[in-house]
């Protein structure tokens, strides 16, 4: 079966800079992917590309083995774009009914669309007395009209609050669940990690990381840390026997190359008794990201110059 976006090699330049650097990358029906970047990295770009709004310099982008721009390719795809910004004056619902007839939909199709993204009761407001939140729904309705294939969000969640963030995805999951690609762009490294399945990171242009974010984790090999704790009575204990250093008046950290941490976490079972309870903290979004950027890791402690 043919992918639902494939991009081979995609280079774009303005004037001499180049800002899309050979980017090459398939996506399958129902992935919910994230592409992460610094400001300037050339998501919108690559968004833009991909829609036909920019033509590319080198390279090839298909959309259901169409062209970018083309017809079949517009119909498959649906944009939520980095700022999005409606006709304050018209209600949600005016808004919605005006994008499905230029999409060729049924307009009597808005009121359920308004009911899927929980702006039923708002329907019949104008879109300026909309908070940022319910204009991020309103954008994500309007991008969902038609049941589109590939669903390209830019920045989704930006300015929105950890509940409407966390209301966002619900919806976009929703939306994989129906077999529609989801790509979304976003600077939020920590929200998109349990809510996307792979991660794409751009850096200047360069596609330098395309995986989940298990393998990602693996292939960066980053120290893992283990947090033991004990009782001020058998903290010095702890430390003897285990190495690492001391974090307060009960517990020891211990930093270790993840291939140790089986053998690790058999030699604090060991301690029985002397050990309360233990934390496992895998290398963050953040620290996988800065990895594949080439920005400094920063270290969490001094553990992490004195290896377990
Ligand atoms: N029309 C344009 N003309 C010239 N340069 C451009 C144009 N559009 C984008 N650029 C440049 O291309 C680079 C990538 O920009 P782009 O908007 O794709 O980045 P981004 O990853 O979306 O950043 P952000 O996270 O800030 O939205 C930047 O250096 C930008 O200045
Ligand atoms: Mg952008």
Same mark, same amino acid.
């Given at each position: @079966?043919? %992918?639902?976006l494939?991009?081979d090699?995609?280079t774009k330049?303005?004037?001499?800079?180049?800002?899309?650097d050979?980017?090459?990358?398939?996506l /399958?029906p129902?992935e919910r992917?994230a592409? =992460?970047?610094?400001n300037?990295?050339?998501?919108t770009?690559l968004?833009k @590309?991909i829609?036909?709004f920019?033509?590319?310099?080198e390279?090839?982008?298909s959309? $259901?083995?169409?062209?970018?721009?083309q017809?079949? &390719?517009?119909?498959a795809?649906?944009? +939520?774009? /980095?700022a999005?910004a409606f006709?304050?004056a018209l209600?949600?619902?005016e808004?919605?009914?005006?994008?499905a007839?230029?999409?060729g939909?049924d307009p009597?199709?808005?009121?359920?669309?308004? /009911?899927?993204v929980g702006?039923a *009761?708002?329907a019949?407001?104008r879109?300026g007395?909309?908070?940022?939140?319910m204009r991020?729904r309103l954008?994500l309705?309007q991008a $969902?009209?038609g049941r589109?294939?590939?669903?390209?969000?830019?920045?989704p969640?930006s300015g +929105?609050?950890?509940?409407?963030?966390?209301d966002?995805y619900t919806?976009?999951?929703?939306?994989?669940a129906?077999?529609a690609?989801v790509l979304?762009?976003? %600077?939020?490294?920590?929200?998109?990690?349990?809510r996307? *399945?792979?991660i794409?990171? $751009?850096s200047?242009?360069r596609?330098v990381?395309?995986?989940?974010l298990?393998?990602?984790?693996? &292939?960066a090999h980053l120290?893992i840390?283990?947090?033991?704790?004990?009782?001020?009575?058998s903290?010095e204990e702890i430390?003897n026997r =285990?190495?690492? %250093?001391?974090?307060?008046?009960?517990?020891?950290e !211990?930093v270790?190359?993840?291939?140790?941490?089986?053998?690790? +976490? &058999?030699?604090i079972?060991e301690?029985g008794d002397?050990?309360?309870?233990?934390?496992v903290?895998?290398?963050s !979004?953040d *620290?996988?990201?800065r990895h594949?950027?080439g920005?400094a890791v920063?270290?969490p402690?001094?553990g992490?110059t004195e290896?377990c």
């Amino acid at each position: @079966m043919s %992918h639902v976006l494939s991009l081979d090699t995609v280079t774009k330049r303005f004037s001499r800079n180049t800002v899309v650097d050979r980017v090459s990358f398939d996506l /399958e029906p129902g992935e919910r992917v994230a592409l =992460l970047g610094h400001n300037g990295a050339g998501k919108t770009t690559l968004f833009k @590309m991909i829609l036909g709004f920019l033509p590319l310099d080198e390279g090839t982008i298909s959309v $259901l083995d169409a062209g970018p721009g083309q017809a079949a &390719a517009r119909r498959a795809t649906a944009y +939520l774009p /980095e700022a999005v910004a409606f006709q304050k004056a018209l209600t949600g619902e005016e808004i919605l009914r005006f994008y499905a007839r230029l999409k060729g939909e049924d307009p009597a199709k808005a009121a359920a669309l308004l /009911e899927r993204v929980g702006l039923a *009761d708002a329907a019949r407001r104008r879109v300026g007395a909309y908070s940022k939140g319910m204009r991020q729904r309103l954008g994500l309705a309007q991008a $969902l009209i038609g049941r589109p294939r590939l669903v390209l969000l830019d920045e989704p969640t930006s300015g +929105l609050d950890p509940i409407s963030r966390q209301d966002f995805y619900t919806l976009v999951e929703e939306v994989a669940a129906t077999g529609a690609t989801v790509l979304l762009s976003s %600077h939020a490294l920590t929200e998109v990690e349990a809510r996307t *399945d792979r991660i794409l990171i $751009l850096s200047k242009g360069r596609l330098v990381a395309d995986d989940t974010l298990a393998n990602l984790r693996n &292939a960066a090999h980053l120290p893992i840390r283990l947090k033991v704790q004990g009782t001020e009575a058998s903290v010095e204990e702890i430390e003897n026997r =285990l190495g690492g %250093h001391r974090l307060n008046g009960r517990s020891v950290e !211990l930093v270790c190359d993840p291939s140790e941490k089986l053998q690790r +976490l &058999a030699a604090i079972s060991e301690l029985g008794d002397l050990v309360i309870d233990i934390d496992v903290h895998l290398p963050s !979004l953040d *620290d996988v990201y800065r990895h594949f950027s080439g920005i400094a890791v920063p270290a969490p402690g001094p553990g992490r110059t004195e290896p377990c």
